[in-house]
């Protein structure tokens, strides 16, 4: 195994945890559904995959509301720790898009050629 591909395997359960476990958990949960309904019903491919986008959107927009509530309680606040929150919430977004990505490169194979 090279260091690259050792380095990457140690840092997804950390991006998993940083992204928060439970919206992970739930995008795991829907990119599961989306490549069984790839196999049972492919015209729900794409659906799922909006879904998870909206969902990613969604649980970002409730962490800036948090953070934005924390600043606002605190009032000095280090920007390293903004900036910490902003990227734990795009390793949300990040899942969120590849979910999309990939229904949208799956629904694209799955579409006949006429």
């Not at 992970?24 to 019903?41: D, E, N, P, R, Y």
């Not at 729900?44 to 969604?58: H, T």
Request: aromatic residues 10%; charged residues 10%.
């Amino acid at each position: 195994m090279t260091l690259l591909s050792s380095t990457l395997l140690t840092s997804l359960p950390r991006l998993f945890v940083e992204g928060g476990t439970l919206a992970m958990s739930i995008l795991t949960v829907l990119l599961v559904a989306m490549l069984f309904a790839a196999w049972k019903a492919p015209a729900w491919v794409r659906n799922i995959g909006r879904f998870a986008l909206a969902y990613s959107i969604l649980h970002i927009s409730f962490g800036w509301y948090k953070a934005g509530l924390a600043v606002e309680i605190a009032k000095d606040i280090h920007p390293a720790l903004v900036w910490g929150g902003i990227k734990c919430c795009a390793i949300t977004l990040a899942y969120g898009l590849i979910i999309y990505l990939a229904s949208l490169l799956i629904n694209t194979i799955q579409t006949p050629r006429a």
